[in-house]
């Protein structure tokens, strides 16, 4: 059974930096990363990493965030830094086996005061 479970999130002010921990297990993943979701919005990409470290970012969030990956322990992380109001969100891990499947984790509130 798949499982992904994510940490970090909370509140920080503009400027500010987080860092996102997301550990997955149960399968073979090759590729993992971040989305976010917004009140009102729909689910976007924030970063992605692959299994041999080939990462993929948004536009929004390139210079400020960078995910990074753990192979041995099959977990990604994301540090945020800059971090601005409009990055307020809940963050979601992804983890995607290698025959396309995605999985999901809970989700995390991520809060920027201004």
């Known amino acids: 059974q798949v499982q992904v479970v994510e940490s970090g999130g909370g509140l920080v002010q503009a400027g500010g930096s987080l860092r996102l921990s997301c550990a997955a297990s149960?399968?073979?993943?090759?590729?993992m990363g971040w989305y976010r979701q917004a009140p009102g919005k729909q689910r976007e990409l924030v970063a992605t990493?692959?299994?041999?470290?080939?990462?993929r970012y948004a536009d929004s969030v390139k210079g400020r965030f960078a995910v990074s990956r753990d192979n041995a322990k099959n977990t990604v992380y994301l540090q945020m830094n800059s971090l601005k109001p409009e990055d307020t969100a809940v963050y979601y891990c992804?983890?995607?086996?290698?025959?396309?499947?995605?999985?999901w984790g809970q989700g995390t509130q991520v809060t920027v005061s201004s």
């Open positions: 149960g399968s073979i993943f090759s590729i």
């Open positions: 990493v692959t299994d041999i470290g080939i990462t």
């Open positions: 992804n983890a995607r086996t290698d025959w396309g499947r995605d999985n």
